[in-house]
């Protein structure tokens, strides 16, 4: 009955998805809304359209092979197989986690890279968005595992250990430990882990800087570390995101965004990344994840050593490796509703940043870089409501438009 319910909660969120990609299709035949037909013609709309009906086909071949192959593993046993196959290498309670969730990464990996390589140097390269060449695009992926291995690994390691030494409490001392985590990421991320993929320089001095400057002692934010990234050295979409916290609060801004927007409009965009900052988001976005991860580390030590969760994935024996692969099936719903809730949490964040903007700067040169920033990504201009409600982490840009002009 487990094995039963376990794939009908996989059959039930596939579905589920495949419905919003179908009522999202359909509103590609909208027209261009009144308020983006000042930068948008038939043509640029079209290309929005057979950009994202590439990358469509892609995910959809992509998914069928991912549920496909998932469904058939669950249903054979795979899990169980894979579980005695790494016991009969090694005894050790960590090893065997590693082993496990090692080879399940490398076969997923395995499998994925065609698609990644596809639509990088195919359908990115057809859209003039990619600027990765092969060296860069193996160089990241060897990079990506080694940081997956080293810091996946040892995350893995110290959980397991404090399940193996603490038992019942493990839950407990494994959300500090992710708490601790946690903070670390949020607040050393840009100036410990993306300077091993891209090169961050400080922004220049000069008329922007200056405005920028001017515009930060104005709302008080105390503006030290203001970096330009490369990222045409991959693509050239833009962007701009706020990160970190006290002395390592920092705002970076794309180099093709500077390619693409104009004075005014860069520091409308700093100012809604400040209005982040000043509203606080990232602090409360932190602690929801924060709480949010001590439920799921309690919720799932009452699945790791649980018999029945274990003989309907095949294995003999419960273990901590199989007790979280089945909590990741059965949770997922409720996983599903918590991103839902998030992305709902992450949208109102973004209409207050547009609103502290448009109150402490202007709202006008806002609007030109989101309509810019839109076009030139070839962004979806008639999202499906549904479609948004679930995946959306940002409104659709009319609705932004809307809100910014009233």
């Known amino acids: 009955m487990l094995l039963y319910i376990i794939i ?34 038939e043509a640029s709309y079209q290309k929005s359209k057979d950009y994202h009906q590439a990358n469509k086909q892609l995910s959809n071949f992509s998914g069928w092979l991912t549920f496909i192959i998932t469904i058939a593993f669950i249903a054979c046993g795979g899990f169980g197989i894979l579980d005695r196959f790494v016991r009969s290498f090694t005894e050790h309670y960590i090893l065997q986690g590693l082993a496990f969730f090692g080879i399940i990464g490398i076969v997923s990996e395995i499998i994925s890279l065609p698609f990644s390589y596809y639509g990088t140097f195919v359908i990115e390269e057809k859209f003039g968005f990619n600027k990765m060449n092969l060296q860069t695009f193996i160089t990241d992926k060897i990079k990506g595992l080694l940081l997956s291995i080293i810091i996946g690994g040892g995350i893995l390691s110290a959980l397991m250990w404090l399940h ?7 839950w407990l001392y494994a959300w500090l430990l992710m708490t601790v985590i946690t903070v670390f990421f949020a607040t050393f991320y840009t100036s410990i882990f993306v300077p091993m993929f891209n090169k961050l ?36 979409k833009a962007n701009a995101y706020f990160s970190g916290f006290g002395p390592k609060k920092t705002i970076v801004l794309f180099d093709t965004l500077l390619k693409e927007q104009t004075e005014e409009e860069l520091v409308a965009i700093l100012a809604h990344e400040i209005g982040h900052y000043k509203k606080k988001h990232v602090l409360w976005t932190m602690l929801i994840s924060i709480i949010h991860m001590g439920i799921l ?55 207050e940043a547009d609103r502290y903007a448009k109150d402490n700067y202007s709202a006008l040169p806002l609007v030109s870089a989101l309509k810019k920033l839109s076009k030139n990504n070839l962004s979806n201009l008639n999202p499906h409501p549904k479609y948004v409600f679930v995946h959306y982490s940002h409104p659709p840009l009319k609705e932004r438009i809307e809100t910014l002009l009233k």
């Not at 999202?24 to 983006?36: A, F, G, M, T, V």
């Not at 193996?164 to 493990?170: D, I, P, W």
Request: proline residues 5%; charged residues 15%; hydrophobic residues 45%.
């Open 8 to 41: 009908i909660f996989i059959i039930l969120e596939f579905l589920f998805g495949k419905y919003l990609d179908f009522i999202n299709e359909k509103n590609w035949s909208l027209p261009i809304p009144d308020s983006l037909k000042d930068i948008y013609d």
């Open 201 to 236: 320089t400080p922004l220049e001095n000069g008329s922007l800087r200056e405005k920028i400057e001017t515009f930060a002692t104005q709302v008080g934010f105390p503006l030290t570390n203001v970096f330009v990234i490369d990222g045409s050295k991959r693509s050239t």
């Open 297 to 351: 580390l309690f919720v799932a030590g009452l699945f790791i050593n649980n018999l029945a969760l274990a003989n309907a994935l095949g294995a003999t024996e419960p273990s901590f490796y199989i007790g979280i692969i089945a909590f990741s099936f059965l949770y997922s719903p409720i996983s599903t509703v918590l991103g839902i809730a998030m992305n709902i949490f992450s949208r109102k964040n973004e209409f």
């Open 164 to 170: 193996s030494t603490l038992g019942s409490n493990f």
